[in-house]
């Protein structure tokens, strides 16, 4: 989508909410931000597991590359992996290292663990409260060899080191934007596969990166510190890093469209197959929509304001696409009748469907 210098995907799970569902077999509790049951902010339903790819130029549009449903004992940050390897299986070798993006929701330790030699860059957001270590310089005259070396703690500038690269301009949007980054840094592993073995715990090493700017673009508030981890086979440039995780929230544009006026989340099926047909049908919608973006004129309504041509969000090119339908040959017959359904036999009940709990899993 665009002209874009490296391409950037950002992995992403939201919720399709199925309060009062009882017949809906695969629901588990998710983090919901307005809605809640038994005065917690978690709703019951489905997750979906998108993988969009994202530009670099100011826009609302992003391209879906990869929809998956999870259930509800799968690891997001394996699903995300194996959707990662899908999609890479279709990139040619000679082109330029993507860049997925991931938010906070992600562990980057098993991010690392899991993408193992993928000619790609992860780049995930970090609390500001975690702490990393550097290799030990100086070994133990008795006993174990020590794994870790100096605490680095993101929120004790006290213990920070000095960078090994460092970045900083002047942005329209955000000011003076300065980039520092720390190579070959590592975490205490609490969640891996040999977990409560006496096997050593793997070590995974990154880059960690911390991007500070002066304002933000409507200055509704103060900037925070944003701490990034940095996973690849080669170093960041930390000039297109930070703009690849401001691209990442095109996709939050997204989804508010897909739910609001492609209506991916009012139908209440009951089968899980059935929310993933209508999803596939609702993120074709979308490329429609997207595909159609040069071919359609401004229709826009006397109190809004003109938008150039390639400027067009997907509200208004939704609004413009029926006059390319008169342009189109006919994609349907038409529907034929096929008498009346004899429905269900004289005497015969249906009975009650049955009931599956949603499943709440352990922090």
């Not at 993928?118 to 970090?126: F, I, S």
């Amino acid at each position: 989508m665009g002209k874009q210098a490296v391409p950037g995907s950002q992995p992403k799970f939201v919720k399709y909410p199925l309060a009062g569902s009882e017949t809906s077999p695969q629901r588990a509790f998710y983090h919901h931000p307005s809605r809640h049951s038994a005065g917690q902010p978690i709703v019951a339903g489905w997750a979906y597991h998108w993988i969009a790819q994202v530009s670099f130029a100011h826009d609302s549009w992003t391209a879906p590359r990869k929809i998956r449903r999870l259930k509800p004992a799968d690891n997001i940050n394996q699903v995300a992996v194996e959707q990662i390897k899908e999609l890479l299986r279709e990139y040619p070798d000679d082109a330029l290292v993507p860049i997925f993006v991931f938010d906070a929701g992600y562990e980057p330790g098993q991010l690392a663990l899991a993408w193992g030699s993928l000619r790609a860059a992860a780049l995930t957001r970090l609390r500001s409260g975690r702490c990393f270590y550097t290799d030990p310089t100086e070994l133990a005259s008795t006993g174990r060899p020590p794994r870790h070396g100096h605490k680095f703690a993101c929120a004790d500038h006290t213990t920070w080191l000095e960078p090994d690269q460092e970045y900083a301009s002047e942005d329209s949007q955000y000011g003076h934007v300065h980039v520092r980054a720390w190579h070959h840094l590592h975490a205490i592993p609490r969640n891996h596969p040999k977990r409560g073995t006496r096997g050593p715990r793997p070590l995974m090493r990154g880059t960690l990166i911390l991007v500070e700017v002066a304002q933000l673009p409507k200055h509704t508030r103060v900037p925070k510190q944003l701490w990034l981890w940095w996973h690849a086979p080669q170093q960041p440039l930390l000039s297109q890093v930070w703009r690849a995780y401001v691209a990442r929230f095109t996709l939050e544009h997204t989804f508010r469209f897909v739910k609001q006026f492609l209506n991916w989340t009012l139908p209440r099926v009951r089968h899980p197959e059935q929310a993933d047909r209508w999803t596939w049908l609702v993120a074709l919608a979308y490329t429609q929509l997207r595909l159609a973006r040069p071919l359609v004129a401004d229709h826009r309504l006397p109190w809004e304001k003109p938008l150039t041509e390639g400027k067009l969000t997907p509200y208004r090119v939704r609004r413009a696409f029926p006059s390319l339908l008169r342009h189109l040959p006919r994609l349907a017959n038409v529907p034929k009748p096929c008498g009346r359904s004899p429905g269900r036999p004289k005497g015969r009940l249906s009975g009650h469907a049955p009931r599956y709990p949603a499943v709440k899993k352990a922090a």
